[in-house]
């Protein structure tokens, strides 16, 4: 039963427009979602995050949307860079547990 | 400081050996966690520690055991090796829980397991 779920494997944007990736979850008891970017053979790195009580937190070039009542989450990178290519994982938690469910990813390649 | 550090890197085993995969923070988080990463799939969660001397189950936890002596160390244990334990494995960690919501976790570089 998967939880959370990424269901694009893959994306291919162009350098210096908009990158979309999207997450869904099904447990409605989860309070908080996380990205993570991942490059190969490195562990992933934290990106960005947000709180059910909020439906948007950006942070420079990253920005976070939140829609709890159809259970979705994108994050948005405006503009793109090659630099961005890798790995980005959702994940959710709920309350202070500390136990993350992340999705199955989805591979960003920014074309230059 | 040099964060969550893991060895080895790479580790061929055949079916049924044992190892230890080990896992130092030096960022003095009372959190650690063990995830492992299938090919095609998210992380999973086997264990995690809220400190020394406390160690708990996660989503996926047969076939592992491990420990917490220290803050700093987390070693994750194979008693029997089998061939579905073939994955990526990543330790992480995160502070003393501060707020309602989970702590940002931070990851080594994993340590590439094969059991043949």
């Known amino acids: 039963d998967q939880q959370v779920k990424q269901n694009s494997p893959s994306l291919s944007v162009q350098e210096g427009r908009i ?39 950006e942070d420079g070039r990253f920005t976070v949307f939140l829609n709890k009542s159809a259970k979705h989450l994108s994050l948005h990178i ?14 959710a938690s709920v309350g202070a547990t500390n136990k993350l469910i992340f999705g ?4 960003l390649a920014v074309q230059p | ?14 079916i049924g050996q044992s190892m230890t995969l080990q896992c130092t923070q030096d960022m003095n988080h009372n959190y650690m966690y063990w995830y492992r990463q299938d090919p095609g ?4 969660l086997i264990y995690y520690s809220v400190g020394a ?19 700093e ?20 960690s995160s502070p003393l829980q501060r707020s ?17």
């Open chain 2, 41 to 44: 799939m998210g992380l999973k």
């Open chain 1, 19 to 57: 990158s979309i990736l999207n997450c869904d979850y099904t447990n409605s008891m989860f309070d908080y979602f996380l990205w993570y970017k991942k490059y190969p053979a490195e562990g992933p790195t934290f990106l960005i995050s947000i709180s059910s009580i909020k439906d948007k937190n």
């Open chain 2, 1 to 14: 400081n040099a964060g969550v550090t893991q060895t080895p890197k790479f580790r061929i085993l055949k």
């Open chain 2, 100 to 116: 309602q919501y989970t702590d940002t976790q931070y990851f080594g570089p994993g340590t590439r397991l094969t059991v043949l």
């Open chain 1, 104 to 107: 199955t990813g989805t591979l």
């Open chain 2, 73 to 92: 160390d987390f070693p994750l244990r194979l008693e029997l090796a089998a061939p579905s334990q073939t994955s990526v494995y990543f330790c992480a």
């Open chain 2, 53 to 71: 001397g406390i160690t708990d189950k996660g989503e996926v936890p047969n076939g592992y055991n491990v420990s917490r002596s220290t803050t």
């Open chain 1, 78 to 91: 405006v503009p793109s860079q090659p630099g961005d290519s890798a790995v980005y994982f959702c994940a």
